[in-house]
């Protein structure tokens, strides 16, 4: 069975960081590009970030650029969102998804991770 575990949320004040981890099991997304979603309260889920198959080339949405890295480390078969200078307007619940091919949402969801920050 395949499961993605996302992990690391919480709540933190306005200006902090967090680090989200997202581990997969039941197969390897190492040959994939894998990514970040979040979806606030009574809103669409929305694409965050993206990390290519190798780490090499990632790509994040305006609204997270500059303050947010996606990392991964495919020994670990786990994803990573680290999240600094977060302001009120980052809380939702983040999701982990793969494998993103062709830049389409993959089969595979995360059950999320909530994060809130505090103003």
């Known amino acids: 069975q395949v499961q993605l575990v996302e992990s690391g949320g919480g709540l933190v004040q306005a200006g902090g960081s967090l680090r989200l981890a997202c581990a997969a099991s039941?197969?390897?997304?190492?040959?994939?590009?894998m990514g970040w979603f979040r979806q606030a309260p009574g809103k669409e889920r929305r694409f965050v970030a993206k990390i290519s198959w190798d780490g090499v080339t990632t790509y994040y949405s305006e609204s997270v650029k500059g303050r947010f890295t996606i990392s991964r480390d495919n020994a670990k078969n786990t994803v990573y969102l680290q999240m600094n200078s977060l302001k009120p307007e980052d809380t939702a619940v983040y999701y982990c998804n793969g494998p993103i091919i062709r830049g389409v949402a993959g089969d595979y969801w995360g059950q999320g991770t909530q994060v809130t920050v505090s103003s």
């Open positions: 039941g197969r390897t997304f190492s040959d994939y590009a």
